[in-house]
């Protein structure tokens, strides 16, 4: 069974980092590429980032990539994003998702066809 479970969430005071697990069961990384999306209350899903099967080439959204990297563990099945310099902004619950495709990952959701549980993660003080 095809499963994608998050973690590494928490609350985390700004300026802070944290890194997020996805381990995927049931797939395999060479063959799914992995997105990293969260929800903030209030507001719609979006995009963070995502990184292709094949030759591991990554895709951040343009306004995070100085803080957030998005890597991968084959062996382990497991994506990770390393998020820096976290703001009150990125409190959101994040979720990973896979895929066939990066291409556009931001706005194709709809092409992830599995999704995991999500985890939370506040920035505050």
């Known amino acids: 069974q095809l499963q994608l479970v998050e973690s590494g969430g928490g609350l985390v005071q700004p300026g802070g980092s944290l890194r997020l697990s996805c381990a995927a069961s049931g797939l395999s990384l060479d063959r799914y590429a992995i997105g990293w999306f969260r929800q903030a209350p209030g507001k719609e899903r979006e995009g963070v980032s995502c990184?292709?099967?094949?030759?591991?080439?990554?895709y951040t959204e343009d306004s995070l990539k100085a803080r957030f990297t998005i890597s991968k563990d084959n062996a382990k099945s497991t994506v990770y994003l390393q998020m820096h310099s976290l703001l009150p902004e990125d409190t959101a619950v994040y979720y990973c998702?896979?895929?066939?495709?990066?291409?556009?990952?931001?706005?194709?959701?709809?092409?992830?066809?599995?999704w995991g549980q999500g985890t939370q993660v506040t920035v505050s003080s």
């Open positions: 998702a896979a895929s066939y495709f990066c291409s556009r990952f931001a706005s194709r959701q709809a092409d992830f066809g599995y």
């Open positions: 990184i292709k099967s094949s030759n591991g080439d990554t």
